[in-house]
């Protein structure tokens, strides 16, 4: 009854007007399904394709072509699908709107801003995000709340030598853009010997490394939560983050998917600090005027919880979170995101080691394109187990790019011990989808692209 009352609130707050979805992937709306006046989903990858009353317009499906969205920017597109994009989005924008964004962009506020009075967006400008993925800012303040950081130190072209040294003490974890957000982990690499890299020609006079000793044997923990204008935080679908795995990525420490079954595993004083470690770095975004939704990566090491990230936006598991949630009959991390910027009250607070234990036990893993080519999914019939669910699957016609995302697989039960593999099994699942992908589209598809 909890969620149904917030759901209600959040209805009769959107009233007449309609709600537009914006994000990076169409099937992160799948979160906002329940809320009736949704409308428009707006994206650059991953349709949706769920419903005849709800207009998608996604970037995917014009380009005919999945980008790799850690190196995309929709501020520096300006193709012809791009400017249509644009163009549609700022149709819609002209009748009265909410607006629910992943993260902020120019794109969306050049279309915003001359028509501002129709829009109510959910949501902070650009400026203001970038100052919380300035990540030594963030882990320097943090710190003063008392959160256990990752002992990072910097280094930058006139202290090179030092780094050079510290390099031969034993494996560490070097950031090569120490100054913001690490985006899903690709510009983290683990040097365990000191000439395994080069770094010296990387760098500039204004360029910033970080490196810290690298902390093992640990496991990567990931949480959602939103905090509300008073600092009270709502926790949400706290998990094993899957990081590194072979068959996924070729970054050491990129992000792979999320465990919600194995979480339930770890000693309790680890989520305990877990949460202490999430609800401090709410308290200290709303007093930093930011609200809503909100992630927190971390690691355990040795039995402790050690701050990794903050990810001030919703997160690759946010809507499978959000579907646990509702299963329990919680307000979700969308509802309490939209609740946060109506200015309603914070649901009731449930303990991170309560809320691990009610969630239901589910994983999901996301594999990118390995190739170094673009590649196509073959049109034939994808095997059905019953222990796994494909997801975001790209349209046999459309191009995946190096690095683009596969497919999202979601499995019952656990499918790691320590975040950093996966079991054979599901292992086998993933490399199986995979070989289904080849760098030339097939005949069949290409005759349906024609039609």
Known sequence: MIRK???EEIIKRIGKRSLLWLGSCGTDASGLLQIPQLSDIFAITAPLNTAENISEVSLETMLQKRVDLLTYHLD???SEEAARLHRLLFNVLSKPVVVFRDKPDHFFTSAYLPQAENVECLGIVPERQAAFDSKPWVESELRKSGVRT???HYYGKYNMREFTRRLKKGSNVVRLNALSASGGGTDITIVREPNETDFSSLIHHNSLYAVSRYLEPNIPLNVNACVFRDGSVSLHGPSLQLIGIPSCTIHALGYCGNDFAQIRNLELSILDELEIMTVRAGKWLAGMGYIGAFG???????????????NPRFQGSSALSAELDREIDRPDVYLNHASAFFGLSPPPHVPLR????????????TCLNLNEQSVFRQDTNINKWDDVTYKLVPAPEVEVAVNGKLFKAVFDGSVTIDGQSILERFNNRISYMASLFSPKISRKSAEHSID
Do not use: C, M, T
Request: no cysteine; charged share 25%; aromatic share 8%.
């Open 354 to 365: 309560e809320l691990a234990k009610q969630q239901r036990g589910v994983s999901q893993i």
């Open 150 to 152: 990752i002992p990072w």
């Open 5 to 7: 009352r917030r759901l």
């Open 76 to 78: 520096q597109d300006n």
């Open 296 to 310: 927190i990566d971390a690691i355990e090491h040795q039995g402790h919880v050690y701050f990794s990230e903050i």
